[in-house]
């Protein structure tokens, strides 16, 4: 990854200290600062720790978006991903991470929107030097509909899968020069999961809710600071506050409007409890992405809605942003 130091027009727009400039001013500095320097230039600095956008977008395919990704950079090298979803592979291209500097994928959640992508990365690392195993956490499953996270790499790139020609990857044989590792992590229940620990950094995961589909969220501790993904989920039981309990920054799911009813409310939080859960776990930044056409437009009103709650910063998340904590 380069290593060029980005302006400091670009710090000021992209850190969390530097939030107080008026964003109309960042865009139009940025537009003319950086027209012929690359994605990581524009965005993301070269030490501490960074959170980038690799997709804000949901399932739709006319929201001009990527699907659910994220980026955990840490003193210039990409550790963890969360979520692999549609474009995440060309976000990582764009972004010049090095794959092998990658300790680990986890998934929220197995539906397509958050995994199309995984496929593309283990095929195209084939072409890179990596020698370290890599591991995939995601959940686990008792429902047919949605196999877990060991099976479902299996049905991948496993000798029946979809993509057989893959399946060296699952052995110490792999043509890629490294093992796909993946691990199963409780989807049920209130237990907390901690499971994950390298040198650089530790990652911890609880159930959430999201109707009947298998779902985790993420807390990622690195760098002395912590990052938590919600995934999609509605608060059933309160867990999240706890969990994210004074968390650097908070990224979570905005596919509803606070207007929203029936089924929609069964799947994902309403931007007033998103701004509840946040002041509960004294958050220093909300960060909303999973942004879908219905929520688009009704920026205002979510705003307002989370700030009657809610005293921290609250961004609304696009592809490729990177927000230094």
């Not at 956008?53 to 001009?64: A, Q």
């Amino acid at each position: 990854m380069n290593t060029t130091k980005p302006s400091g027009v670009t710090r000021r727009c992209s850190s969390f200290h530097g939030l107080r400039v008026l964003f109309s001013l960042c865009a139009a500095a940025l537009l003319f600062a950086h027209s012929s320097v690359t994605y990581a230039e524009q965005v993301c600095g070269d030490s501490g720790v960074w959170v980038q956008i690799f997709g804000s977008g949901g399932p739709e395919i006319d929201d001009g978006a990527g699907g659910p990704s994220y980026a955990v950079w840490y003193d210039n090298k990409v550790r963890a991903l969360i979520d692999t979803g549609p474009g995440a592979s060309v976000a990582f291209d764009l972004a010049q991470g090095n794959f092998a500097d990658l300790e680990v994928i986890a998934f929220t959640q197995l539906q397509s929107d958050h995994t199309a992508d995984l496929p593309a990365f283990i095929k195209g690392s084939s072409f890179l030097d990596r020698t370290e195993p890599l591991v995939v956490l995601g959940p686990d499953s008792n429902n047919p509909m949605y196999p877990d996270t060991e099976t479902f790499i299996n049905r991948l790139i496993g000798p029946q899968g979809a993509y057989p020609y893959l399946q060296d990857f699952l052995t110490h044989k792999s043509s890629g020069g490294y093992r796909v590792r993946a691990r199963n992590v409780p989807a049920a229940g209130k237990k907390r999961w901690a499971g994950f620990g390298s040198e650089n950094l530790k990652l911890a995961a609880i159930p959430v809710n999201h109707g009947d589909v298998p779902t985790l969220a993420w807390r990622v501790e690195v760098g002395g600071l912590s990052v938590v993904f919600t995934g999609d989920f509605n608060n059933l039981k309160n867990v999240m506050p706890e969990f994210a309990k004074d968390a650097d920054a908070l990224v979570a799911s905005h596919a509803i409007g606070e207007n929203s009813r029936g089924q929609l409310r069964e799947l994902h939080a309403l931007p007033s409890q998103l701004g509840r859960i946040a002041q509960q776990a004294d958050a220093r930044m909300l960060v909303l992405s999973h942004r879908m056409n219905r929520t688009k437009g009704r920026e205002s009103q979510s705003r307002a809605k989370i700030e009657e709650h809610y005293g921290g910063h609250v961004l609304f998340a696009n592809d490729g942003e990177c927000w230094g904590l």
